[in-house]
């Protein structure tokens, strides 16, 4: 796909999630408007995330930085901003980009750390204010589009586990989100602690007033279903007028969603949200086949109020989601409402 055109520069468009799906997820969604947000989980308690997260206190910042790092570098973004008068040109944007995510080698204090994981712990430590410090970010760096946390403090997962016991009836409660990501056993149900956590207020301003919500794809359990285990945040999701759609996992995840269906992955969501209406969910034709399982899957996207759409969407030999061919199915989904945007920014000009 080209850079955004004029009217669909003006959508705008929320991606939930988190880690390498909300990556996908943002990269395809520049393609299509320069107007995105990202809202991330921040409950990782891993690797640099979990260290700094540790030490300072500060929310997990990697999620994050993965996101800032995605409206820097998308490769529409950064066609579309190149040729522009006093913005940072496609090489400035890809180098910064690239440094965000370098880690530190070595094996002192800093080893496995990546730059732009201690930007944010910095600049939030500075600020007192982790949206305050990722609007810092964004400014300095000449992004397009916001990034905000799901929750403004950190956030644990706990699950209930089936199969770590001799009595596979027997579950056991696990908590942390890589332990849960990682675990043999078999994930049933995940709780956030604290049980009510606060959620951002910058987030649910973007939903209510966005054009597009996109959820998914990602780890199910741990980037995906905790979206809708923040009440003020699954409230917004109701009350926006805003399309709403659900991109399914190419494939289930060792550890969290072993063995798992596409139409698993719907009921399990439902179950946690049983209240969350969608208009679209949106599955790779690779993964379901013709048929039975398919009829089955649109009876599961009517709990959601939602039409199925199959298409071909995964990188060739890989289960990972291509930005260009989401952007262009969802392209193709809100093709009618386009005039919509057009004329609202003939409005505000």
Not at 133 to 158: H, W
Request: charged share 20%.
């Amino acid at each position: 796909m080209n850079a955004p055109d004029e009217s669909a520069a003006r959508m705008r468009i929320v991606a939930l999630g988190g880690g390498h799906g909300l990556y996908a997820t943002l990269t395809a969604m520049r393609y299509l408007s320069s107007d995105v947000t990202a809202v991330v989980t921040v409950a990782d308690d891993g690797g640099s995330s979990g260290r700094l997260r540790a030490e300072l206190g500060v929310i997990p910042p990697g999620d994050l930085r993965m996101a800032l790092s995605a409206l820097m570098s998308a490769p529409a973004a950064l066609a579309a901003r190149s040729s522009e008068p006093g913005r940072l040109n496609r090489d400035g944007h890809q180098l910064w980009a690239n440094t965000f995510q370098h880690r530190f080698g070595g094996r002192g204090a800093l080893a496995g750390h990546p730059i732009g994981n201690l930007l944010l712990a910095g600049l939030t430590e500075m600020t007192g204010n982790p949206v305050a410090a990722l609007d810092e970010l964004i400014d300095v760096f000449d992004i397009d589009g916001r990034v905000l946390p799901m929750s403004t403090g950190p956030l644990e997962i706990e699950a209930d586990v089936s199969g770590l016991e001799s009595d596979p009836r027997i579950s056991r409660c696990i908590r942390g989100q890589v332990a849960v990501a990682t675990t043999p056993g078999k994930v049933r149900r995940v709780r956030l602690l604290p049980t009510e956590p606060p959620a951002c207020d910058e987030a649910l301003e973007a939903i209510r007033t966005a054009d597009l919500v996109v959820l998914g794809p990602g780890s199910w359990f741990s980037s995906v279903i905790p979206h809708v285990l923040v009440p003020e945040q699954l409230n917004a999701l109701g009350e926006t007028a805003a399309r709403k759609m659900l991109f399914v996992n190419l494939a289930p995840e060792p550890g969290e969603t072993t063995g798992f269906s596409v139409e698993r992955h719907l009921h399990v969501l439902h179950a946690h949200a049983d209240v969350l209406r969608v208009d679209d969910i949106v599955v790779d034709a690779a993964s379901v086949p013709a048929g039975r399982e398919r009829d089955h899957l649109v009876r599961a996207a009517a709990l959601f109020g939602a039409q199925l759409h199959v298409g071909d969407l995964a990188v060739p030999g890989r289960h990972v989601h291509d930005p260009e061919k989401v952007a262009t199915l969802v392209n193709q989904l809100c093709e009618g409402e386009l005039s919509r945007y057009a004329v609202r920014a003939q409005e505000s000009q």
